[in-house]
């Protein structure tokens, strides 16, 4: 692994009149990128896994899908909160229509528009279930997400 160096640019006052220099210093953060690396592995994992309990789980194939795309990036900091081609709907909690048809079942090639009416989401799976399943991970664990990346990552 490549050491990377942050170069910090200080101005540094040595008078009472205000009168200073530019001083360079060279910081090595490189012994700091593996625990930052496990510490985003961490979180993206642990965002998944806290959305679980909120996502739309009938047959299980969408939540399936999602989390393993989730997976195949994890440490990236990214989490695929919804996969296509149902995540787009399935996340707005909003029936979705073909314009032109006013149909749910859309012409190939059409864009959907989303129109007032809520979605009903079966719960005998997951009787947590809502729309916008991350806000609602986050509203409920993002502080222990927070602790757990401060300790992780050496700031505690």
Do not use: C
Not at 16 to 34: M, N, P, T, Y
Not at 93 to 117: C, E, F, H, L, Q
């Amino acid at each position: 692994m490549a050491k990377r160096k942050m170069i910090a640019k200080v101005r540094y006052n040595y008078s009472a009149k205000g009168k200073g220099q530019d001083i360079e210093l060279d910081v090595d953060l490189s012994r700091f990128e593996k625990q930052y690396g496990k510490a985003q592995y961490m979180l993206d994992s642990m965002v998944m896994a806290s959305m679980k309990p909120y996502m739309p789980h009938r047959t299980g194939v969408f939540r399936n899908v999602t989390e393993a795309m989730s997976d195949a990036i994890a440490g990236s900091g990214t989490v695929i909160a919804a996969a296509p081609p149902f995540g787009r709907f399935l996340y707005e909690g909003k029936v979705m229509v073909d314009p032109v048809t006013n149909s749910p079942w859309a012409r190939p090639g059409a864009k959907k528009i989303v129109t007032d009416k809520d979605l009903e989401y079966d719960k005998s799976h997951n009787p947590k279930v809502t729309d916008h399943w991350f806000d609602e991970a986050k509203k409920n664990h993002g502080k222990s997400w927070i602790n757990a990346v401060k300790k992780e990552a050496g700031g505690g």
